[in-house]
């Protein structure tokens, strides 16, 4: 069984940096894609960045490219998102995801979500 555990999360500061890990476990990942995604109050669920377990190769969404970075570490078995100059806007629920060979819309595994609140 597939289990994702997010942890990092918490209040910071406008220009603050913060790193979120997702610890993965149940499976081996090799040729699955982890993901970063985030959900702020009112609005859709949004895509944020992902990588594949081997190889590392990652994508980013316009909107965090050249401030969030996505990388894993294999023997931890844990995925993290670097973030940098964070801005209140950043303010959200933010999930890890994952899915065999991609994420698609609806990737199949999720964690429970760790809060990101950044404060002007």
């Known amino acids: 069984q597939v289990q994702l555990v997010e942890s990092g999360g918490g209040l910071v500061q406008a220009g603050d940096s913060l790193r979120l890990s997702c610890a993965a476990s149940?499976?081996?990942?090799?040729?699955?894609?982890m993901g970063w995604f985030r959900q702020a109050p009112g609005k859709e669920r949004e895509f944020l960045a992902s990588?594949?377990?081997?190889?590392?190769?990652?994508r980013y969404a316009d909107s965090v490219k050249g401030r969030f970075s996505i990388s894993r570490d294999n023997a931890k078995n844990t995925v993290y998102l670097q973030m940098n100059s964070l801005k209140p806007e950043d303010t959200a629920v933010y999930y890890c995801a994952a899915g065999y060979g991609g994420l698609g819309r609806n990737p199949p595994y999720w964690g429970q979500g760790t809060q990101v609140t950044v404060s002007s």
């Open positions: 149940g499976r081996t990942f090799s040729d699955y894609r």
């Open positions: 990588i594949i377990w081997s190889g590392g190769s990652t």
